[in-house]
């Protein structure tokens, strides 16, 4: 079982559409949990990240933790085709190791 | 901004070859980073370094070493590349650990 699971998708949905991606983890451990957005043909950038359990916003985004539930998320709100991307969850461990969901690729139809 | 740069973004080697993969990063960072990212798999870290010359082995290391002589350089080896090997690679540095700064990646094709 991988530490980390990640729908790949693909997810197409129309502009203006709530975007909603998951990842779920094994290991109680993980204290920061992060969200990257990796445009085509570029590397991954850090989109968000959330300490421990809760919720932040930040624009039209809002990234959740459930840690009794071992279970992220990410909203997307009033998508634009610009978030057209594949977004990968990932958690730390130990001092600066990562570990990577395998991606969610998400189009947004203008 | 941080810049990380990557030497090449598409590179084609032949089985057995020695290969290098260069990354340079300018902001003075002490956490330097190579990974391998496959479609399903997500990105897997292959080596890592905490500092000038100390390199720590990630999860997938066999078949790769890596080289850090200067703070901003980090040098991915593939000693003979196989045809398992052909993946993206993505470098990365970060002073904190969990903001990593991500290059363009390399294409590399074994054949």
């Known amino acids: 079982q991988k530490e980390v699971e990640q729908d790949p998708g693909p997810l197409s949905v129309p502009e203006g559409a709530i975007v909603s991606l998951n990842c779920t983890y094994s290991n109680s451990a993980f204290q920061y949990f992060m969200w990257y957005r990796q445009y085509s043909r570029k590397g991954p950038e850090l989109l968000m990240y959330t300490y421990s359990s809760g919720n932040k916003e930040d624009g039209r985004f809002t990234a959740q933790v459930d840690k009794s539930s071992k279970y992220i998320s990410l909203f997307i709100r009033d998508s634009q085709p610009s978030d057209s991307a594949t977004y990968l969850c990932a958690m730390r461990r130990g001092d600066y190791k990562l570990s990577f969901g395998a991606g969610t690729t998400v189009t947004v139809r203008a | 901004d941080v810049k990380v740069t990557q030497s090449s973004r598409y590179l084609v080697k032949r089985t057995g070859e020695k290969v290098f993969l260069e990354c340079v990063q300018d902001?003075?960072?002490?956490?330097m980073f190579w990974y391998r990212q496959d479609p399903g798999l997500g990105l897997r870290l292959i080596y890592f370094s905490y500092d000038v010359k100390m390199k720590e082995k990630g999860d997938i290391p066999e078949g790769y070493s890596v080289s850090r002589e200067k703070k901003e350089r980090f040098s991915l080896i593939l000693e003979s590349a196989s045809t398992n090997q052909t993946s993206m690679y993505l470098c990365a540095s970060s002073i904190t650990g969990f903001e990593q700064y991500f290059g363009p990646g390399t294409r590399l094709t074994v054949t």
């Open positions: 902001m003075d960072h002490e956490n």
